[in-house]
Nanobody, 123 residues
Framework: VQLVESGGGLVQAGGSLRLSCAASGRTGSSYAMGWFRQAPGKEREFVAAISWSGDSTYYADSVKGRFTISRDNDKITIYLQMNNLKPEDTAVYYC?????????????????WGQGTQVTVSS
């Protein structure tokens, strides 16, 4: 499975960005997907995740009410709509595929990762 993120960039605090992650390859099986981020000098942290059906979504407390994860299974793509961005949201954002059971917020349960897209929020 190959994952390609896009949509990152530079935005002022309070602004919005929409990230996309397109999956290709052996994507025939059902799988959940998620977004993580890593700021300089910090560990990678969970941002949001979505079940295969899209019926269940999960968010880190720090982004609840500001970020929305969604998916389009026809396009095998997930999205992360980020509103009211803050400087502390600055990080490289990664999407990932989780094929098996495990906690949605643990990076170790994800099997495939994209290369990441930079999001920078200026104050």
């Amino acid at each position: 499975v190959q994952l390609v993120e896009s949509g990152g960039g530079l935005v002022q605090a309070g602004g919005s960005l929409r990230l996309s992650c397109a999956a290709s390859g052996r994507t025939g099986s059902s799988y959940a997907m998620g977004w993580f981020r890593q700021a300089p000098g910090k560990e990678r942290e969970f941002v949001a995740a979505i079940s295969w059906s899209g019926d269940s979504t999960y968010y880190a407390d720090s982004v609840k009410g500001r970020f929305t994860i969604s998916r389009d299974n026809d396009k095998i793509t997930i999205y992360l709509q980020m509103n009211n961005l803050k400087p502390e949201d600055t990080a490289v954002y990664y999407c990932a595929v989780k094929r098996y059971r495990g906690s949605y917020d643990q990076s170790g349960t994800y099997d495939y990762w994209g290369q990441g897209t930079q999001v920078t929020v200026s104050s």
